[in-house]
């Protein structure tokens, strides 16, 4: 009898998707499987700003427990929802190939309000601060719920648009005729990237998961998120990063920003680096943002964040 693997999952379509993309790929190579889903806290409170529950981590937090209790095998997520520090215990054994990195702008089929004032709807800091940044006269208003809630929302209020990563949209064919990408918009960390987590002592699973394994997502997400963490982001700061390897040149191409909450202040740093350097990359990115003025203005968000 071979040992079935049990992948826990939130149980919206979006999560339902990626754990079963990981099951569809566990199962070519052999490996019986089993789906375990889980309701997070995120999905149930959905009347408050993510960044006001405090919680890092809040969409894994439930997948955690449940795998540190031997509910389940392993967990699947968004990369970008997962915190930089795991439980003790839990550790990332795969980063599967990366899907679309860019934010999109889903409207309501008259663009005009780009010109002029406009409300726009995202749950995301990062997103609302870069939004403000661009169109310093529009309001932002607070969206949250999963992909699926968050289109209903968008058809049932005024708001001009609401903004969503595309691969989420993609995955679950959900993107609409009515939406511009936002190209000029710096991606969360590991945006578009699905990590899945285990026990650090279940060689059984980590060696079928090591066979899903992208080499090439991993190493960008491994910078982005060193970037993140080094900034001391959390969930909450308004950071975006994406690192993306040019093959021609054997080189990673870095493009990091930190935004004040209202986006009027922006750090930023765009970067070429020999492949090489990768395992530090992210850090010094980082610090150099930070010795530049942007500690002052981390201190300054997080007591912004506590009020």
């Known amino acids: ?7 826990g999952t939130r149980d919206s379509e979006l999560a339902l998707w990626q ?4 099951q569809h790929q566990l199962q070519q190579l052999g490996y019986a499987t089993e789906i375990v889903a889980v309701k997070s806290t995120g999905d149930i409170i959905l009347d408050k700003p993510l960044y006001e529950l405090g919680i890092t981590g ?8 449940a795998m540190l209790s031997g509910k389940i095998d392993i967990a699947v997520h968004s990369m970008k929802d997962v915190p930089t520090a795991l439980p003790q215990g839990i550790v990332q054994a795969a980063v599967l190939e990366r899907a679309n990195t860019v934010d999109l702008l889903v409207h309501k089929g008259n663009l005009d309000f780009l010109n002029g004032e406009g409300t726009v709807a995202t749950g995301s800091l990062r997103r609302q601060a870069q939004w403000l940044h661009k169109y310093p006269n529009h309001t932002v ?4 719920g999963n992909v699926n809630t968050r289109m209903q ?3 049932e209020n005024d708001w001009n648009g609401a903004v969503f990563a595309a691969a989420g949209l993609e995955r679950i064919n959900l993107k609409p005729e009515t939406y511009i990408n936002l190209d000029w918009m710096v991606p969360a960390p590991a945006q578009g990237a699905m990590v899945v987590v285990a026990m650090e002592n279940d060689e059984f699973a980590l060696d079928a998961l090591s066979q899903l394994n992208h ?4 190493i960008c997400t491994y910078i982005e998120r060193q970037f993140l963490r080094t900034l001391e982001g959390g969930c909450t700061a308004p950071i975006g990063a994406l690192a993306k390897y040019d093959e021609e040149n054997d080189t990673i191409n870095f493009h990091g920003v930190l935004f004040s909450i209202d986006g009027q202040q922006k750090f930023e740093i765009q970067r070429t680096f020999d492949i090489s350097e990768w395992k530090k990359l992210g850090f010094n990115c980082a610090k150099e943002i930070l010795e530049n ?6 201190a300054d968000i997080k007591l912004k964040l506590k009020k």
């Open 1 to 7: 009898m071979t040992k079935k693997i049990r992948i």
């Open 19 to 22: 754990a079963h993309t990981v």
């Open 58 to 65: 809040i969409f894994t937090k439930t997948l955690d427990v």
């Open 141 to 144: 208003v607070d969206l949250r």
């Open 153 to 155: 929302k968008l058809q």
């Open 215 to 218: 080499i090439e997502t991993e």
């Open 293 to 298: 003025g942007g500690s002052e203005l981390m």
